[in-house]
């Protein structure tokens, strides 16, 4: 994902002469290619996340379309303050990428987990959060993000590398309106509904197919905007005729990320618009309340914390099998 966002900044700075990139002193090799397209517009904030918001604020002020770039965990959490006040407050352009998102960092420990982030940057006034599934998904949505037209801050959460592309040719991105990865009309006979955000889009399209093979017919969405939410989506899976389960899956504690939001919708939906209870039921694919204290890769933290694709189908297939017995 990384190389996919190098690639799209360095060819939309050269668009637009007013985009500027700043780096939290990683990076510097990944955009050799910005730094000589774009002479002077990558700056290395060093390690000094707090004073590198701040500098985005301010050339968001003076007229710039400044996109920050550094690890996730110290993108949101080390400089919480200056994203709150110094960009949101004001309601800036800044576009905030944070890379290496999730556990994609799982070997450096937990210094080097995101697994808050999200909820950390949807709480925030003014912001959007958009999370992409996968590389020809990054390179759409950091265009959009960077149109002429875009307003407010955005927390752009992706991953770090090797990530497999999943659509099969560049998809239409719209911030808030998530991506079927089979025909919409295919979820009016499916009785389970993933959707899927972020680096989880893989994982996700396998326990789909895992799931049709066990006589679980499954849709697959990918929900790469958790703020704003797509409602109307929400809408038409949560009262489909056929939709039992609507599941989140997410690289992210299953508290205040996509899971939360969609629960959070669900609850005020009820009550402010219809008594009658939606149709599908819910369950939340995340990370737990606690901090994940062994040492491994990303994919064995996946397996430890029941995210991996033969684990997250188990998980479905339990609840299905269970609500039909």
Known sequence: MRDAFAAEITQLAQEDARVVLLSGDIGNRLFDSFKEKCPGRFINCGVAEANLVGCAAGLAMCGARPVTYTIASFMTTRCLE????????????????GVGAGLSYAANGGTHHSLEDISLMRMLPNMKVVAPGDPLEVRAAIRA?????????????????????????????????????????????????????????????????????????????????????????????????????????????????????????????HH?????????????????????????????????LSLAPAQIAANVLSHANANRS
């Open 145 to 269: 993000l960077l149109r002429e037209d875009a307003q407010g801050p955005v927390y752009f959460r992706i991953g770090k590398k090797g990530e497999p592309v999943v659509h099969a040719a560049p998809p239409h991105f719209e911030i808030g309106r998530g991506i079927w990865l089979n025909k919409e009309s295919d979820a009016g006979s499916a009785r389970v509904v993933l959707l899927a955000t972020g680096n989880m889009l893989p994982g996700a399209r396998e326990a789909a197919t895992r799931l049709d093979a066990q006589g679980v017919p499954t849709a697959l969405v990918s929900m790469h905007t958790i703020k704003p939410l797509d409602e109307e989506l929400l809408e038409h899976v949560f009262f489909s005729s056929t939709v039992e389960w609507v599941v989140t899956v997410e690289e992210h504690s299953r508290m205040g990320g996509l899971g939360g939001a969609v629960a959070e919708w669900l609850a005020d939906r």
């Open 272 to 304: 402010h618009q219809a008594p009658s209870p939606a149709r599908a039921r819910l369950l939340r694919i995340g990370t737990p309340d606690s901090f994940f204290h062994e040492a491994g890769g990303q994919a064995y933290a996946r397996e430890r």
């Open 82 to 97: 200056q994203i709150r006040v110094d960009v949101c407050y004001h309601n800036l352009p800044v576009v905030i990428v």
